[in-house]
């Protein structure tokens, strides 16, 4: 039996200003502590790590102990090991980017690449641009040195370069600290940057000066059509997040960073201060489960899987959801962002989802500044197809609910169809 | 051994944090005061760890829907656990605003034209083909539009024409399935804090609340930094006494208890006008209540040892 006593963080009144920026949402952390045994949660974005083979990776493990315990046991270089760092040439090779191993480093998942990144480069009040809506975990890794956040809207084809121009005009060459993007199957609106966008991109941010962060955990999940060289692969100047969660299992927190050699040199530093090395251990499994092929077939194995849920999600939307809502169609990928009339407030809508079993993550979050309220971001990367199907329904049975309300004031013709919500 | 105080704060609602913030405040003032304090989240753990504990009284300091609403306060009478604040019912009505508005109306007491719509009635009934009659029913805009159960400023619009009220009215629906529309009152702001009951009440020093710029809204609420407070008020001695006299007479007619906010606005013309009554008010650090007490020349324990008390009375007497 629990208890519902509560513990006082004593400290409550000594954390630095700069936390208060990273505070997260109220509404959301009070949903996300609820629960109910027959929860569909289609918010969060878990790779299903269960078709990753456990014997595989027991056997990498003890491998890797029985070969090179007292080196996975001890402390290691600061950049990586540099047997894992060839292995990620390697893997880089395979998606067009020609590296040397000393060309990056090894971090504790792309997130620690985020976090030294902003570390690195941002002062407070510093202007950084990404996409609208974005990662949300970099929002929070880089609103912890209070910069200000600019966001760039999107459509099918990913960030748009006609607004990009303009911002970039307005701001004035080195007007931004750099560009944040995730051009493949971007979190959390699912869309593709198209290769000509890419080539724009690069082209505006040598224009004017900007270093361009291309965050890539997806780009290996494509479901359907060609890949799309990254613009790493297209610019040597651009400095590349890559990780392992997706293609392994994100519990063993490797990602690395490329960059050109000074912001490199620059990054290694703040890494030695923020862990001194990373995970040897960690290092040392992952370079023996990528050894030999079976790993190839375990991430064709994942690639189909979110193929299907993909595939389940877009079936049930196209089934479920009202005529309203409109939303994406990711060729790759975890996330399906979907759009309802501005008038609907999806935080305040997030209470009756969690009643009736099923939650999301609003679209507010996505954003440093409150827009995107009338959106969400559905997760089909970690339900079954089945409950996939189920979480839609009842998430569409909300959704007609709240649509109900809305359209007797448009039948009386107090709302306008395409009317902004209130605040 | 000094009685076993649980205080109850935390819980689902949407003031889940201040309410945490407010439990802080009372466990220390208490644990300072001499009681036996245990601090108590309202998770599904709630009944079983009061069931283990028996508690001597409980402490109330949720704040919104399910601490002001009459739940808890219903499920402690079944548990025969006293508790601080207005009664099950005296609590259901001040949660409902609409409802709050009709009980003072009926007993003479100034509040704010108004009318009361339902999701229901826009739904089921054409209620939207009427908004018209809107500014006609509650005097004119500009109008403020709030859901009727639903603490802190959350989902609460100004509207100063007609463009802007349905989405206001489908704003304040998103939080609860009654909205309001009430006439704006300009003027002072004021929050009067009433302790006891009886013989024993005591209506604080009224608080005024003078918004650094713009409508004192959630965020507002939340961040001292924005508004500026003075206790007491900047109003004059039969201002103050009117306010106090109002106050006093909300509180009695809804049959509250130990504790209450009257939250107030006092226009040009001096006259009071009765925007809700809050039966579980904030006790952070930049709460009302508090700063009235201050200014009142009293401690925060000694405000909260004399609400505990009035509960463990009720233990004593069996009521």
Same mark, same amino acid.
């Given at each position: 039996?629990?208890?519902?006593?509560?513990?006082?963080?004593?400290?409550?009144?000594?954390?630095?200003?700069?936390?208060?920026?990273?505070?997260?949402?109220?509404?959301?952390?009070?949903?996300?502590?609820?629960?109910?045994?027959?929860?569909?949660?289609?918010?969060?974005?878990?790779?299903?790590?269960?078709?990753?083979?456990?014997?595989?990776?027991?056997?990498?493990?003890?491998?890797?102990?029985?070969?090179?315990?007292?080196?996975?046991?001890?402390?290691?270089?600061?950049?990586?090991?540099?047997?894992?760092?060839?292995?990620?040439?390697?893997?880089?090779?395979?998606?067009?980017?020609?590296?040397?191993?000393?060309?990056?480093?090894?971090?504790?998942?792309?997130?620690?690449?985020?976090?030294?990144?902003?570390?690195?480069?941002?002062?407070?009040?510093?202007?950084?641009?990404?996409?609208?809506?974005?990662?949300?975990?970099?929002?929070?890794?880089?609103?912890?040195?209070?910069?200000?956040?600019?966001?760039?809207?999107?459509?099918?084809?990913?960030?748009?370069?006609?607004?990009?121009?303009?911002?970039?005009?307005?701001?004035?060459?080195?007007?931004?600290?750099?560009?944040?993007?995730?051009?493949?199957?971007?979190?959390?609106?699912?869309?593709?940057?198209?290769?000509?966008?890419?080539?724009?991109?690069?082209?505006?941010?040598?224009?004017?000066?900007?270093?361009?962060?291309?965050?890539?955990?997806?780009?290996?999940?494509?479901?359907?059509?060609?890949?799309?060289?990254?613009?790493?692969?297209?610019?040597?100047?651009?400095?590349?997040?890559?990780?392992? %969660?997706? &293609?392994?299992?994100?519990?063993? =927190? #490797?990602?690395? !960073?490329?960059?050109? /050699?000074?912001? @490199?040199?620059?990054?290694?530093?703040?890494?030695?201060?923020?862990?001194?090395?990373?995970?040897?251990?960690?290092?040392?499994?992952?370079?023996?489960?990528?050894?030999?092929?079976?790993?190839?077939?375990?991430?064709?194995?994942?690639?189909?899987?979110?193929?299907?849920?993909?595939?389940?999600?877009?079936?049930?939307?196209?089934?479920?959801?009202?005529?309203?809502?409109?939303?994406?169609?990711?060729?790759?990928?975890?996330?399906?962002?979907?759009?309802?009339?501005?008038?609907?407030?999806?935080?305040?809508?997030?209470?009756?989802?969690?009643?009736?079993?099923?939650?999301?993550?609003?679209?507010?979050?996505?954003?440093?500044?409150?827009?995107?309220?009338?959106?969400?971001?559905?997760?089909?990367?970690?339900?079954?197809? %089945?409950? &996939?199907?189920?979480?839609?329904? =009842? #998430?569409?049975? !909300?959704?007609?609910? /709240?649509?109900? @309300?809305?359209?007797?004031?448009?039948?009386?013709?107090?709302?306008?169809?395409?009317?902004?919500?209130?605040? | 051994?000094?009685?076993?105080?649980?205080?109850?704060?935390?819980?689902?609602?949407?003031?889940?944090?201040?309410?945490?913030?407010?439990?802080?405040?009372?466990?220390?003032?208490?644990?300072?005061?001499?009681?036996?304090?245990?601090?108590?989240?309202?998770?599904?753990?709630?009944?079983?760890?009061?069931?283990?504990?028996?508690?001597?009284?409980?402490?109330?300091?949720?704040?919104?829907?399910?601490?002001?609403?009459?739940?808890?306060?219903?499920?402690?009478?079944?548990?025969?656990?006293?508790?601080?604040?207005?009664?099950?019912?005296?609590?259901?009505?001040?949660?409902?605003?609409?409802?709050?508005?009709?009980?003072?109306?009926?007993?003479?007491?100034?509040?704010?034209?108004?009318?009361?719509?339902?999701?229901?009635?826009?739904?089921?009934?054409?209620?939207?083909?009427?908004?018209?009659?809107?500014?006609?029913?509650?005097?004119?805009?500009?109008?403020?539009?709030?859901?009727?159960?639903?603490?802190?400023?959350?989902?609460?619009?100004?509207?100063?024409?007609?463009?802007?009220?349905?989405?206001?009215?489908?704003?304040?629906?998103?939080?609860?399935?009654?909205?309001?529309?009430?006439?704006?009152?300009?003027?002072?702001?004021?929050?009067?804090?009433?302790?006891?009951?009886?013989?024993?009440?005591?209506?604080?020093?009224?608080?005024?609340?003078?918004?650094?710029?713009?409508?004192?809204?959630?965020?507002?609420?939340?961040?001292?930094?924005?508004?500026?407070?003075?206790?007491?008020?900047?109003?004059?001695?039969?201002?103050?006494?009117?306010?106090?006299?109002?106050?006093?007479?909300?509180?009695?007619?809804?049959?509250?208890?130990?504790?209450?906010?009257?939250?107030?606005?006092?226009?040009?013309?001096?006259?009071?006008?009765?925007?809700?009554?809050?039966?579980?008010?904030?006790?952070?650090?930049?709460?009302?209540?508090?700063?009235?007490?201050?200014?009142?020349?009293?401690?925060?324990?000694?405000?909260?040892?004399?609400?505990?008390?009035?509960?463990?009375?009720?233990?004593?007497?069996?009521?």
């Amino acid at each position: 039996m629990g208890t519902a006593r509560v513990v006082f963080d004593r400290w409550h009144d000594r954390y630095a200003e700069r936390l208060a920026g990273v505070r997260s949402s109220a509404v959301r952390d009070l949903f996300a502590a609820a629960s109910r045994p027959d929860m569909i949660s289609l918010s969060g974005g878990m790779p299903a790590v269960g078709l990753v083979p456990h014997d595989a990776v027991a056997a990498a493990a003890r491998d890797a102990v029985h070969h090179e315990g007292a080196a996975a046991l001890q402390y290691g270089s600061s950049d990586g090991r540099p047997e894992i760092r060839a292995l990620i040439t390697e893997l880089m090779a395979e998606i067009g980017v020609r590296l040397q191993p000393s060309d990056l480093l090894v971090t504790a998942g792309a997130q620690q690449g985020l976090d030294l990144l902003a570390k690195t480069f941002v002062d407070p009040g510093d202007i950084i641009i990404c996409e609208g809506p974005t990662y949300v975990g970099a929002l929070q890794a880089f609103s912890a040195y209070q910069p200000d956040i600019r966001c760039v809207p999107m459509d099918d084809d990913g960030m748009r370069m006609d607004l990009l121009e303009e911002l970039l005009l307005e701001l004035g060459p080195r007007g931004a600290k750099f560009i944040y993007t995730i051009p493949n199957f971007q979190n959390p609106a699912g869309v593709t940057m198209s290769p000509e966008r890419r080539r724009r991109l690069l082209e505006l941010a040598h224009e004017y000066d900007i270093p361009v962060v291309e965050d890539d955990p997806y780009g290996r999940l494509r479901f359907e059509g060609g890949h799309m060289k990254p613009l790493r692969a297209l610019d040597d100047e651009v400095i590349y997040l890559g990780t392992f %969660s997706k &293609i392994f299992a994100p519990g063993l =927190r #490797l990602g690395w !960073v490329t960059a050109p /050699r000074p912001i @490199l040199a620059k990054i290694l530093l703040v890494k030695q201060a923020a862990d001194l090395c990373g995970s040897n251990f960690a290092q040392v499994t992952a370079e023996r489960y990528f050894k030999g092929t079976r790993w190839r077939r375990v991430l064709q194995k994942l690639t189909t899987t979110y193929a299907e849920r993909r595939d389940a999600m877009i079936a049930a939307l196209e089934e479920h959801f009202p005529a309203e809502a409109r939303w994406t169609k990711p060729d790759g990928g975890f996330f399906v962002w979907v759009e309802l009339p501005k008038f609907v407030d999806c935080n305040a809508m997030l209470a009756e989802a969690v009643e009736r079993g099923v939650t999301y993550a609003p679209g507010d979050g996505f954003y440093p500044d409150g827009r995107g309220k009338n959106c969400m971001r559905l997760a089909f990367c970690y339900a079954e197809p %089945s409950a &996939i199907n189920e979480g839609i329904r =009842r #998430l569409a049975e !909300v959704i007609e609910d /709240r649509l109900e @309300l809305y359209r007797a004031f448009i039948a009386a013709g107090a709302l306008r169809e395409e009317e902004e919500g209130a605040a | 051994m000094r009685e076993k105080i649980a205080v109850l704060m935390g819980g689902r609602s949407l003031e889940r944090e201040v309410s945490l913030a407010s439990g802080r405040r009372v466990t220390d003032a208490l644990t300072a005061a001499g009681y036996r304090v245990l601090p108590l989240d309202v998770t599904a753990d709630l009944v079983a760890t009061i069931r283990a504990e028996r508690p001597d009284a409980a402490y109330i300091a949720l704040h919104g829907k399910y601490g002001e609403d009459g739940t808890i306060q219903e499920l402690l009478e079944f548990l025969g656990v006293p508790y601080t604040g207005p009664g099950v019912v005296s609590c259901t009505l001040s949660w409902d605003k609409s409802v709050t508005k009709h009980m003072l109306a009926e007993k003479g007491l100034p509040t704010p034209a108004w009318i009361t719509l339902t999701s229901d009635a826009f739904k089921e009934m054409g209620a939207a083909t009427a908004l018209d009659l809107i500014p006609a029913a509650v005097g004119g805009f500009p109008v403020a539009v709030k859901p009727s159960r639903q603490g802190s400023a959350l989902g609460m619009t100004k509207v100063d024409s007609a463009e802007g009220l349905a989405e206001a009215l489908l704003d304040a629906l998103s939080y609860d399935t009654s909205a309001l529309v009430e006439k704006w009152v300009d003027g002072v702001e004021l929050a009067v804090s009433v302790v006891g009951d009886g013989d024993s009440l005591t209506v604080l020093p009224p608080v005024e609340i003078a918004p650094k710029e713009g409508l004192y809204d959630f965020s507002a609420r939340m961040s001292a930094d924005d508004v500026d407070f003075f206790a007491p008020a900047r109003i004059t001695a039969e201002q103050t006494a009117e306010v106090v006299r109002v106050a006093r007479e909300v509180h009695e007619a809804l049959d509250c208890r130990d504790v209450s906010r009257v939250d107030m606005m006092l226009d040009i013309h001096g006259r009071v006008h009765v925007l809700e009554c809050n039966t579980s008010p904030g006790m952070t650090e930049t709460s009302l209540l508090p700063m009235a007490a201050e200014a009142a020349g009293t401690t925060f324990t000694e405000v909260v040892s004399a609400i505990i008390e009035a509960a463990l009375a009720r233990k004593d007497s069996g009521t």
